[in-house]
C-alpha cells in the first residue's frame, strides 16, 4: 500500500499550483470558478476511489479510474511546468518589458490566452505520446561474439522489458506484445523483468497465460526477476510466471542451452539475497570460454558483467525516462539508459521496455521490443 500512498500525495501535490492558479484567474467569475474547483474535487474523488477500493471494484472500473488518474497526472504535471515558465517569462517582462506592455496590462486576457493555448498543446503532446506506447517498434542490433557456440553459429534473441502486466497492460496489450514477438521468428525469447506490475489476480482473471503459452522458440522462454516482481505477492507472481506463463524465471542461477551457451539470471537488486555474477559463475560451475547472456533487470552496475567474461548484458528498468523530461535524469543516473553499448568484450543492450508503469504516454522516449542477431565468430 505504501507505492499507492505515495502515488496518492504525489497526485495531490502536483494540483495545487494550477488549481490556485485557476481560482485566481477566475476570481471574478463565480459561476466558471466553482466549476473549476468541483472539477479538481471529484477528479481527486474518483482516484481515491480507484486506489483505495481497487480490490472489490470489477477491472474495467479499476482500469478507467487508474487511466483517468494517471492521465490528468501527466496533463496537470505538463501544465504546472509549463506555468511557471509563463509566470517567470511574465515576471521579467514586468521588470523589462521586452514582450510589450499588453500582458502587463491585462493581466486576466493574457492569462485566457496561455491557458487556451497549453491546454491544447499539451492535448495534442499527449495524444502523440499515447499512440507511440500503443505502437511499439522494434529495435535490431546486430551482435557478433568471438567464441564458439557449438553447431549454432547465429540465432535470434527477442528481448522484452517492463510489461507491467495488470490492470493497466491487461490481456489486449498482452496479445499484441506476443503477435509482435511472433513477428520477429526469434530462436530465443528473454524477458528482462518487471513482467508484472503489482498484483497477480488481473493476470489470473483475465487468463492472460493464454497468450504466453502461444511464445514457443526453439530454445525457449527465459526471464529474470525486476523489481515489481518483489512487489506484492512475490512468489505467487514467480509461480503464475513459471507455471501458468510457461516462463522459466532464472534466479541467480544459469540454463545451459543446447550444449551451446548459457544463460544467466540475476535476481533483481531489491532482492537482500542476490549474489554477485562472480558467485553465481563459480557455484553454477559455468565454463567461461563458452558464449554467456546475462539477464540483469536494473542497468546500476554494467563494469560487473564486463569484469567477469559476460558476452552479452542485458537489462531494462529505466523506461529510459518513460516522459520527458525524465529521460534526461535518466540519462545522468545511468551509464546506459537505452540502447546499445559495448563495453570491452561485453556487449550491453538496455531496453526502454514495452510497457509501463502508471501513465500510458511515452513521451521523448519509444516503447520497444529489441531483437538481437547474434553471430558466434568463434565457430
Known amino acids: 500500500m505504501t507505492v499507492y500512498f505515495y502515488a496518492l500525495f504525489v497526485h495531490l501535490s502536483i494540483n495545487v499550483y494550477i488549481f490556485l492558479k485557476g481560482l485566481r484567474l477566475l476570481e471574478e467569475k463565480r459561476t466558471w470558478r466553482a466549476i473549476f474547483a468541483s472539477f479538481f474535487v471529484i477528479e481527486f474523488a474518483l482516484y481515491l476511489t480507484g486506489l483505495l477500493l481497487y480490490p472489490i471494484l470489477p477491472i474495467n472500473i479499476v482500469r478507467f479510474l487508474w487511466l483517468m488518474g494517471s492521465t490528468w497526472m501527466v496533463f496537470i504535471f505538463y501544465m504546472t511546468l509549463m506555468w511557471l515558465i509563463i509566470d517567470l517569462v511574465l515576471y521579467l517582462n514586468r521588470k523589462k518589458p521586452v514582450l510589450g506592455s499588453y500582458f502587463n496590462n491585462h493581466p486576466r486576457n493574457s492569462g485566457a490566452l496561455f491557458f487556451i493555448v497549453t491546454t491544447l498543446s499539451i492535448v495534442a503532446i499527449m495524444y502523440i505520446g499515447n499512440q507511440k506506447f500503443k505502437n511499439p517498434v522494434v529495435t535490431k542490433q546486430e551482435i557478433t561474439i568471438n567464441k564458439s557456440a557449438g553447431d549454432i553459429s547465429s540465432m535470434r534473441i527477442a528481448m522484452i522489458s517492463d510489461l507491467h502486466l495488470g490492470y493497466l497492460i491487461d490481456k489486449r496489450y498482452a496479445k499484441r506484445y506476443v503477435d509482435l514477438i511472433l513477428e520477429q521468428k526469434p530462436d530465443l525469447v528473454v524477458f528482462v523483468g518487471d513482467i508484472v506490475d503489482a498484483e497477480v489476480a488481473p493476470l489470473i482473471n483475465q487468463k492472460m497465460h493464454e497468450e504466453f503459452l502461444r511464445l514457443n522458440p526453439a530454445m525457449g522462454v527465459y526471464a529474470c ?99 520527458f523530461p525524465f529521460n534526461i535524469l535518466t540519462r545522468m543516473i545511468f551509464e546506459v539508459s537505452s540502447g546499445y553499448k559495448q563495453k570491452g568484450d561485453t556487449h550491453v543492450f538496455v531496453s526502454s521496455g514495452v510497457g509501463l508503469s502508471g501513465p500510458q504516454y511515452r513521451i521523448g522516449t519509444k516503447s520497444e521490443i529489441v531483437v538481437l542477431d547474434v553471430t558466434f565468430s568463434g565457430n
Open 225 to 323: 526477476t525486476g523489481n515489481h516482481e518483489f512487489r506484492y505477492e512475490a512468489e505467487a507472481k514467480m509461480n503464475w510466471l513459471d507455471n501458468n506463463a510457461n516462463i522459466k524465471l532464472i534466479r541467480d542461477s544459469a540454463v545451459l542451452i543446447d550444449n551451446s551457451f548459457y544463460i544467466i539470471g540475476r535476481e533483481d537488486y531489491v532482492y537482500a539475497g542476490r549474489a554477485n555474477l562472480k558467485t553465481i559463475i563459480e557455484e553454477q560451475n559455468i565454463d567461461t570460454s563458452m558464449p554467456m547472456i546475462v539477464l540483469n533487470h536494473t542497468p546500476d552496475n554494467l563494469d560487473e558483467e564486463m569484469e567477469n567474461g559476460a558476452d552479452i548484458a542485458l537489462y531494462g528498468h529505466t523506461h529510459d525516462g518513460q516522459i
